[in-house]
């Protein structure tokens, strides 16, 4: 059963670009979470989906961030008009029930 | 809003030794998870060890375990025989329990050296 597989590894934009970021959840995991790590900091968390459904988005920031889980094919996180300040490794995690995350490698994503 | 406060951003450790990493949390509730999770350079985050705030025993997996105070909302970590590979960020995180999920509240982490 391969783990919580997160695409690209690193990725690199300049200053208004569009960033995807990617995340396969573990085989029969329904719950995805996305969660940000500013340098020298805790993650922090970002959104939580269901197949098809936003659950919670109380720390997305409320402009040029979205995600999405469709019913076929990864989790997508989309930042639009990426700032240096979204400068963040960007983890994902899945889980099966609420007792436990298993988390991706996380994606680098570094705005030029 | 809860919390985790990690006040030690670094520690050190020499090997084969006992190192502890504290943490304290700030909450309302009675019922949640404490982790204590792992993140060596290669970025992956390990859960190291997990305890439910209803049990009163504390947890243990193998060299790790915790000393869970909840009236003092403090759930400390304990490395026992210390090995270089022991080395990595620790972070502390807080979840609250129950019917659906909820997200995982981090501390900012202690660095762990290892000293051969």
């Known amino acids: 059963n391969a783990g919580v597989m997160q695409n690209p590894r690193h990725l690199v934009r300049r200053r208004g670009q569009e960033a995807r970021l990617r995340c396969s959840p573990m085989k029969g995991h329904s719950h995805v979470y996305w969660y940000r790590q500013l340098p020298e900091e805790g993650l922090k968390f970002m959104v939580y989906?269901?197949?098809?459904?936003?659950?919670?988005e109380s720390g997305m920031p409320k402009e040029r961030f979205s995600a999405e889980f469709p019913k076929e094919g990864p989790s997508i996180l989309r930042i639009q008009q990426v700032v240096r300040g979204d400068s963040a490794a960007y983890f994902c995690a899945s889980s099966f029930s609420e007792e436990k995350l298993f988390f991706g490698s996380g994606t680098q994503l570094s705005v030029l | 809003a809860q919390t985790v406060t990690q006040s030690q951003p670094e520690m050190s450790v020499q090997e084969a030794e006992t190192v502890t990493l504290s943490c304290t949390y700030d909450t309302s509730e009675s019922d949640y998870y404490l982790f204590w999770y792992k993140q060596p350079p290669s970025r992956q985050m390990i859960l190291v060890i997990r305890?439910?705030?209803?049990?009163?025993q504390n947890a243990t997996e193998n060299r790790f375990s915790v000393n869970f105070q909840k009236a003092a909302k403090s759930f400390s970590l304990k490395i026992s025989d210390s090995q270089l590979g022991d080395a990595a960020m620790y972070f502390c995180a807080y979840s609250l329990r129950n019917s659906g999920n909820t997200p995982l509240v981090f501390g900012k982490g202690t660095r762990l050296s290892v000293i051969a």
């Open positions: 989906l269901q197949k098809e459904n936003i659950i919670d």
């Open positions: 305890q439910e705030a209803y049990k009163q």
